[in-house]
């Protein structure tokens, strides 16, 4: 089993212990062949700037419902010596994080979960002093907090420019795992943009092989030069939960950006183009007629949206923005929230061969009303087998829509069963789909369906655009 491990530490950990010395005297060697013989300058330099964080909150125990003990199944094992029901107890969790200290007068950059709902946070020393700090600010969805404590002339750590971290660069992770207090381990940059993990909202990090566990979120991961590269934020582990070699870290420009607007705005804004959008896969762009592959495809134009507004429509193709191309979903999601609500910016679009330059002007991301969506309800039976093979169908009516609490406005042809040996299936249709498009054509009936799979059928493949839930696809189907 493999898991993402946040790395707040246990109170209380158990430590087992193994040599692995021919790993060891290979990294040395790499080591002093690169013209190092020892990180103690830079360590002796960070190691004032690292803190340990213990952060705590208050939770309330459920209460056992009322009547319960009425039940007979209960009095048949207590007879008349029922329990007493109890007054909900509060309890007191902790955790253990670190921090980074980036400004002379007491501003720490975190973790968010590591105080994620506390009520009382600390911050020590390395030379063991402690104080109290506040929180300035936070940014869930990237996973940084800003700390503040009443204390100045203190040492920082100062930033690097991480857009220009390689991979293989040596790094040092600094944090406090398990409780141990202040740790230094040696690694390199493994690889760098990762995303798609689930972590977080927005990903891109940097993966070390530097040895991180819980207890080091909010730590620093830093170069050479004792520069701050990076936040320790997760790490891919096993059923253990420990270290795989396989860390994460918050790039140092995101987290900076991060941290400047809490300062400056107390909060983080994000730029909102009201588009859904989806990577071009080779059979995708291969259907759209983009060899290159490159850019990617609007799945779903939101009603009203600054999107919608400037004329982008569902099956245009994103290219570049601001001149800049665009690579992958996860770098266009970076790129556009990077830009400040009422920001300007300029679109080169690819439609029906055309190529456009199409202005939006975008507005302030609403996350938290993004995050309520409703979720599918029961699926109908029944339906009629489409011109599609293996694939029943039946048309969306309003009521259909919302009882599968699918958003207002929705139309099309709902997939009410699925062939599991059927090309449809393989790929990655569900039975409670709703098609939307067939081959760019729009279909509100099982008659328009049929005969927009029919009037396609002599090509390779079938380009659908499926509605599943919230979300908006364009899913290829293999005719052959």
């Known amino acids: 089993m493999v898991v993402i491990a946040m790395l707040v530490g246990a109170l209380a950990v158990t430590l ?4 692995v010395p021919g790993v060891q005297v290979a990294r040395a060697a790499a080591i002093e062949q690169s013209g190092f013989s020892s990180f103690s300058p830079v360590v002796k330099r960070a190691m004032p700037a690292v803190v340990n964080i213990s952060s705590s909150k208050v939770v309330r125990q459920q209460q056992m419902p009322r009547g319960m003990f009425d039940d007979p199944f209960f009095r048949q094992f207590f007879g008349d010596r029922m329990p007493q029901m109890q007054q909900p107890r509060s309890q007191r969790e902790t955790s253990l994080g670190s921090g980074v200290v980036v400004s002379p007068d007491g501003y720490i950059l975190t973790n968010n979960h590591v105080v994620d709902g506390a009520t009382d946070v600390k911050v020590a020393f390395f030379d063991k002093h402690e104080y109290p700090a506040k929180i300035v600010g936070t940014d869930k969805y990237t996973d940084v907090a800003v700390l503040k404590i009443d204390r100045s002339g203190l040492t920082t750590l100062p930033f690097a420019d991480s857009a220009h971290a390689q991979v293989g660069d040596v790094v040092l992770a600094i944090g406090n795992p398990f409780g141990l207090g202040q740790t230094v381990t040696m690694g390199i940059i493994s690889a760098t943009g990762r995303a798609g993990l689930g972590i977080e909202r927005y990903e891109d990090f940097i993966q ?8 080091n979120s909010g730590g620093a991961l830093i170069d050479a030069r004792g520069e701050l590269v990076g936040i320790n934020t997760a790490i ?22 991060m941290m400047d607007q809490i ?6 804004t994000r730029g909102y183009m009201g588009i859904l959008p989806q990577e071009l896969t080779p059979d995708i762009a291969k259907a759209f007629g983009m060899p290159n592959g490159r850019g990617v495809a609007v799945a779903e134009v939101v ?9 982008l429509k569902t099956g245009d193709v994103i290219t570049a923005v601001n001149g800049n191309p665009v690579d992958d979903v996860n770098a266009f999601r970076l790129q556009v929230a990077a830009f400040a609500p009422g ?3 300029h679109l080169k679009i690819a439609r029906s061969g055309q190529n456009l330059d199409v202005p939006v002007t975008l507005t302030e991301y609403n996350m938290e009303a993004a995050e309520n969506t409703g979720g599918p309800g029961n699926l109908p039976s029944g339906g009629e087998k489409g ?12 009521d259909l829509r919302r ?9 099309g042809v709902i997939i009410t069963d699925l062939d599991e040996d059927s090309a449809a299936a393989a790929a990655g249709l569900e039975s409670g789909d709703v098609i939307v498009q067939v081959n760019h054509k729009a279909v509100n009936t099982v008659a328009e369906f049929n005969s927009a799979v029919k009037a396609g059928s002599s090509k390779e493949s079938t380009l659908l655009l499926v509605k599943r839930g919230q979300a908006t696809q364009f899913v290829v189907v293999q005719n052959k």
């Open 16 to 19: 087992t212990t193994h040599r």
């Open 208 to 215: 070390t092989d530097a040895a991180i566990n819980r207890g």
């Open 236 to 257: 891919l582990s096993g059923s253990t939960g420990g270290n795989e070699g396989i860390g994460f870290a918050i790039p140092a420009n995101l987290a900076r950006s």
């Open 263 to 268: 300062l400056k705005k107390g909060k983080v």
């Open 303 to 311: 009603p009203s949206g600054p999107a919608a507004n400037a004329g």
């Open 343 to 345: 920001t300007t910016i």
């Open 387 to 398: 011109a599609m093979r293996g694939v029943s169908v039946q048309a969306l009516t309003g």
């Open 403 to 411: 009882q599968l609490q699918l958003p207002e406005g929705t139309t």
